[in-house]
């Protein structure tokens, strides 16, 4: 009997203490759970070395940030975008290099073989407010019914490019016009929201002749003449992205009318040595009154950009296999802004900010500098180098290797230009 007893009395305690029991239980789960929550299932998108190789699949939204970024203090427009740092993005770039058939084969690094892909997975990050991922449908939205003309030298080809690409995603481009040699003038035509797109070579946007191997060993630039192979078609475009630079560092003899009035690295020519600087602002001031004279009262309002110097990044003979060798970005303070890259992009912004007062009598008409300059010299990682021949090493280290540290790989960070771009449009809506 006595056992019975004994086994009754420890039901009765089970029983009386077994909800407080649960309840300790619960309360420490909950505490575990508020403290150190469970990892999210990871998504099933596949991964190489990092970077998320986007399909050619129509696009729909922009990826969402980094915890990071999505904590970055918002700041009232205008966004000074040139003060930053470029951080990593797990994400990676909106389209890879068969997604789109407009990249030149000399920036396509990935098909080329590069076998280092971190440079695609940084996202440029201003100090003060956010850079949104870039929207095709909102820029094929802003463009709508509209012409829009890159004009200047590859670098201005290179940016073209890339929006292509991206717009790609949206929207199919055709190619509607070619024209001149390697077909360097050209234009799409984006049927689903009636926009041209264009891209003009003028590698100095005034009037110029170009060296060649059966004329003078230098260029021939007239500097108070508009390059009218795309300032004839002024009146059919609305909005013009001018860049140029890298062409006034070559030999050239500069004009006046008829008269010469210097020259840069002529030996053997009776012309004073003068110099690229005041050439190029003269080669500015130039162009933008005539864009400003031809959007007057009974012109058209042309809505112009003009992006900044874009700095090369050779740190040795540009033959030799690591002419420009860094995977990574420079860290913020790294790398300073000076030198020739800082004379260059200084010139170009203090002209578009002169053309500005110049143009306040036409109320249409909107200029901007697009300054990429810092942020594109943090990227010693984002050329093409040897990958602008397919496979360079695939027979080993050659002694002679042509690198190209001027252009930019696509996808790569000249796409970030691009998303600099459109807020600057989606600013110019808002006014």
């Known amino acids: 009997m006595g056992t019975v007893k004994d086994h009754q009395q420890h039901l009765s305690f089970a029983k009386k203490f077994l909800p407080w029991t649960i309840y300790a239980l ?9 403290f150190y929550p469970l990892p999210l299932p990871q998504s099933p998108t596949a991964h190489h070395n990092n970077l998320i190789l986007y399909s050619s699949a129509p696009y729909s939204s922009p990826p969402p940030f980094s915890q990071e970024e999505e904590s970055a203090n918002e700041s009232p427009s205008p966004c000074d975008y040139t003060k930053g740092k470029w951080v990593y993005d797990r994400v990676g770039p909106l ?19 590069r076998p280092d892909m971190g440079y695609l997975n940084w996202r440029w990050k201003p100090k003060q407010c956010k850079l949104p991922r870039f929207d095709p449908h909102k820029f094929l939205q802003l463009l709508k019914d509209k012409h829009l003309a890159f004009v200047g030298d590859s670098m201005a080809r290179n940016q073209l490019e890339s929006l292509l690409c991206m717009l790609a995603t949206a929207s199919t481009p055709n190619l509607v016009y070619s024209n001149g040699q390697d077909n360097k003038s050209r234009r799409w035509h984006f049927a689903s929201h009636n926009i041209n797109v264009s891209v003009y070579w003028s590698p100095f946007l005034v009037k110029g002749v170009e060296k060649s191997n059966s004329g003078p060993n230098h260029n021939e630039l007239y500097l108070d003449s508009v390059d009218e192979k795309w300032a004839a078609d002024m009146d059919q ?13 070559h030999p050239a003899v500069y004009f006046v009318g008829d008269s010469v009035i210097g020259c840069h690295y002529c030996p053997g020519l009776n012309h004073t040595e003068i110099g690229f600087y005041d050439v190029l602002r003269k080669a500015l001031k130039t162009t933008l009154k005539k864009i400003i004279e031809r959007s007057g009262p009974n012109g058209n309002a042309v809505d112009v950009i003009l992006t900044t110097f874009s700095p090369s990044h050779f740190e040795g003979d540009w033959d030799k296999a690591g002419a420009c060798p860094k995977t990574k970005p420079y860290k913020e303070k790294e790398k300073p802004l000076e030198g020739m890259d800082a004379e260059m992009r200084n010139i170009e912004v203090q002209e578009v900010e002169a053309a500005k007062g110049n143009a306040k009598q036409f109320g249409r008409l909107r200029l901007e500098a697009l300054d990429i300059t810092k942020l594109s010299l943090m990227r010693p990682d984002g050329h093409p180098g040897p990958y602008m021949h397919p496979f360079p090493f695939a027979n080993g280290v050659s002694d002679h290797v042509q690198n190209d540290c001027v ?3 696509l996808p790569g960070p000249v796409d970030t230009w691009n998303e600099i771009l459109l807020e600057v449009m989606k600013r110019w809506e808002g006014q």
């Open 26 to 34: 619960l309360l420490i789960a909950l505490f575990r759970l508020y």
């Open 95 to 113: 389209y890879n290099g068969t997604t789109c058939g407009t990249i030149k084969e000399g920036q396509n690094c990935i098909s080329h073989g």
């Open 237 to 249: 475009i609305d909005m013009i992205v001018l860049s140029i630079g890298h062409w006034f560092l």
């Open 407 to 409: 252009h930019w790989c």
